[in-house]
């Protein structure tokens, strides 16, 4: 039987054996020409089993993955507890990567295979990364760290596994460097947002328009926002983020439409924050510092995000309708919606994605589609913004099918604040 050598609560070694073995076994490897893995794990939602079964349950999940993983080693490699939900494996004499592969997924298989005593444990799942040496790294920090960022990298993208991949770990290098420039960026007031005008396709006056933020870089120039805002998210930063646009938007808002027009201004809601009740304090308290009135805020919120877990979405989306804000879907038809659902929720337009309306003229299929998303939404009461419409032959098309809204480069790009007030001359009276 394998070694496996613990921590606190499973009796397995803790992170401080597993150096040492690490060293060891590097310098035999060394010598000897081999391979070895380092494999890292980390249980999913090992705090809500404490939380919601006690800690003594918690045990019980650590003793029985620490049995499961025992029981697919071989007498040469060893296995550790080196954190709360965090365990080691470290494969010796490993004769190709594929063999890395196996291990990985029958470790995985094992782990998930749950008790077979009947004693009612709750069940566990991991996820896990792994690196070798010396494929991938030559020393035990190096070794270590690509464990670790395949694992991140795992988490990342959802897999149950990764194997290091130098690409891999350099994204995440950028990335990382994005969150920390993106945070001082914030500080020092280095974001904008530009504002784009979506016209009214009936009476050709502005009916408002989208906020979309800007990233000058220092070095790197413009930055692509769906990367920083991704970042956001991973980062923990969007909150934040969002509160800071929420009041460089409102506070911008004020002043460009002033004395011109009540026209309604439209802010991109992360999709991470669809699940947070901390959203609707932020909008609050954001619209009571500047004294704007509810209803000339929109908040566009995409299809996808209110999908991926829609009793919450619905909630917080109530919250917000029932302050006066108006609640758009962005990108409408590239996600998921259940007809269902969308007839529960309080919102008053769908945007429809631009992939649609740019292939429109081309495509038959596309064209009704679009067709399709104008009728729904009319006979929902909710009406229908087009975006991406890049000519005049698209634009006159749609108002043709009925579409109330139309938002693209053919009207006006993205514009810097200063250049709005004179295109709000021509807004619609309300
Ligand atoms: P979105 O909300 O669907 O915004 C529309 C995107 O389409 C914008 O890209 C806009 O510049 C672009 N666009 C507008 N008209 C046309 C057109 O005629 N042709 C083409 N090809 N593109 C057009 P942008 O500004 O790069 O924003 C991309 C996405 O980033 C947005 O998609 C939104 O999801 C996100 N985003 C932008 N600003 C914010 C923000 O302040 N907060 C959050 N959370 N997300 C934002
Ligand atoms: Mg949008
Ligand atoms: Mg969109």
Same mark, same amino acid.
């Given at each position: 039987m394998s070694t496996v050598i613990g921590g606190q609560r499973t009796g397995l070694a803790s992170r401080h054996e597993m150096l040492l073995r690490l060293e060891e076994a590097i310098t035999t490897a060394r010598t000897q020409e081999q391979r070895l893995a380092l494999l890292a794990f980390n249980l999913r939602g090992f705090r809500e089993i404490n939380i919601?079964?006690?800690?003594h349950r918690g045990d019980q999940v650590l003793h029985r993955v620490?049995?499961?993983?025992?029981?697919?080693?071989?007498?040469?490699?060893?296995?550790?507890?080196?954190?709360?939900?965090?365990?080691?494996?470290?494969?010796?004499?490993?004769?190709?990567?594929?063999?890395?592969?196996?291990?990985?997924?029958?470790?995985?298989?094992?782990?998930?295979?749950?008790?077979?005593?009947?004693?009612?444990?709750?069940?566990?799942?991991?996820?896990?990364?792994?690196a070798i040496f010396p494929d991938h790294a030559g020393n035990i920090d190096d070794l270590m760290r690509a464990a670790d960022s395949a694992l991140y990298s795992?988490?990342?993208?959802?897999?149950?596994?990764?194997?290091y991949d130098s690409a891999i770990n350099e994204r995440n290098q950028q990335r990382i460097q994005l969150h920390n420039d993106l945070k001082e960026g914030l500080k020092r007031n280095q974001l904008l947002?530009?504002?784009q005008p979506q016209y009214d396709l009936h009476h050709n006056c502005i009916r408002g328009c989208e906020a979309l933020i800007r990233w000058p870089h220092d070095t790197l120039g413009w930055i692509n926002p769906e990367?920083? /805002? #991704?970042? @956001?998210?991973? $980062?923990?930063?969007?909150?934040?983020?969002?509160?800071? %646009?929420?009041?460089? *938007?409102?506070?911008?808002?004020?002043?460009?439409?002033?004395? /011109? #027009?009540? @026209?309604?201004? $439209?802010?991109?809601?992360?999709?991470?924050?669809?699940? %947070?009740?901390?959203? *609707?304090?932020?909008?609050?308290?954001?619209?009571?510092?500047?004294?704007?009135?509810?209803?000339?805020?929109?908040?566009?919120?995409?299809?996808?995000?209110?999908?991926?877990?829609?009793e919450d979405a619905l909630r917080t989306l109530n919250a917000l309708h029932e302050r006066g804000i108006q609640i758009s879907i962005d990108d409408f038809g590239t996600g998921y919606s259940s007809l269902a659902y969308l007839k529960q929720l309080p919102v008053k337009e769908l945007?429809?994605?631009?992939?649609?309306?740019?292939?429109?003229?081309?495509?038959?299929?596309?064209?009704?589609?679009?067709?399709?998303?104008?009728?729904l939404a009319h006979n929902l009461n909710m009406h229908v913004v087009a975006e991406g419409i890049e000519n005049r032959e698209t634009q006159d098309l749609l108002a043709s099918m009925g579409c109330d809204y139309g938002q693209g480069y053919y009207f006006s790009r993205p514009l810097p604040a200063e250049d709005v007030p004179p295109v709000l001359m021509n807004a619609c009276q309300l």
């Amino acid at each position: 039987m394998s070694t496996v050598i613990g921590g606190q609560r499973t009796g397995l070694a803790s992170r401080h054996e597993m150096l040492l073995r690490l060293e060891e076994a590097i310098t035999t490897a060394r010598t000897q020409e081999q391979r070895l893995a380092l494999l890292a794990f980390n249980l999913r939602g090992f705090r809500e089993i404490n939380i919601n079964f006690g800690h003594h349950r918690g045990d019980q999940v650590l003793h029985r993955v620490m049995e499961a993983i025992q029981g697919t080693l071989r007498s040469c490699d060893q296995a550790f507890h080196v954190g709360g939900d965090e365990f080691a494996v470290l494969l010796r004499e490993l004769k190709s990567p594929q063999v890395a592969h196996l291990a990985i997924t029958r470790i995985l298989d094992a782990i998930e295979e749950g008790p077979n005593d009947a004693s009612n444990t709750p069940m566990a799942s991991a996820r896990a990364g792994g690196a070798i040496f010396p494929d991938h790294a030559g020393n035990i920090d190096d070794l270590m760290r690509a464990a670790d960022s395949a694992l991140y990298s795992a988490h990342k993208t959802r897999r149950r596994y990764t194997l290091y991949d130098s690409a891999i770990n350099e994204r995440n290098q950028q990335r990382i460097q994005l969150h920390n420039d993106l945070k001082e960026g914030l500080k020092r007031n280095q974001l904008l947002f530009h504002y784009q005008p979506q016209y009214d396709l009936h009476h050709n006056c502005i009916r408002g328009c989208e906020a979309l933020i800007r990233w000058p870089h220092d070095t790197l120039g413009w930055i692509n926002p769906e990367l920083f /805002i #991704t970042v @956001a998210e991973e $980062s923990g930063l969007i909150a934040d983020l969002t509160y800071w %646009s929420l009041n460089v *938007v409102l506070r911008e808002w004020n002043l460009l439409a002033a004395g /011109i #027009t009540q @026209a309604p201004v $439209s802010i991109n809601l992360s999709a991470v924050l669809l699940n %947070s009740r901390e959203i *609707v304090e932020l909008v609050e308290r954001a619209i009571n510092i500047w004294g704007i009135d509810p209803a000339s805020l929109v908040l566009e919120v995409t299809e996808s995000a209110m999908m991926a877990d829609p009793e919450d979405a619905l909630r917080t989306l109530n919250a917000l309708h029932e302050r006066g804000i108006q609640i758009s879907i962005d990108d409408f038809g590239t996600g998921y919606s259940s007809l269902a659902y969308l007839k529960q929720l309080p919102v008053k337009e769908l945007k429809i994605d631009k992939s649609f309306v740019m292939n429109m003229m081309d495509n038959d299929k596309d064209r009704k589609i679009v067709q399709s998303v104008i009728d729904l939404a009319h006979n929902l009461n909710m009406h229908v913004v087009a975006e991406g419409i890049e000519n005049r032959e698209t634009q006159d098309l749609l108002a043709s099918m009925g579409c109330d809204y139309g938002q693209g480069y053919y009207f006006s790009r993205p514009l810097p604040a200063e250049d709005v007030p004179p295109v709000l001359m021509n807004a619609c009276q309300l």
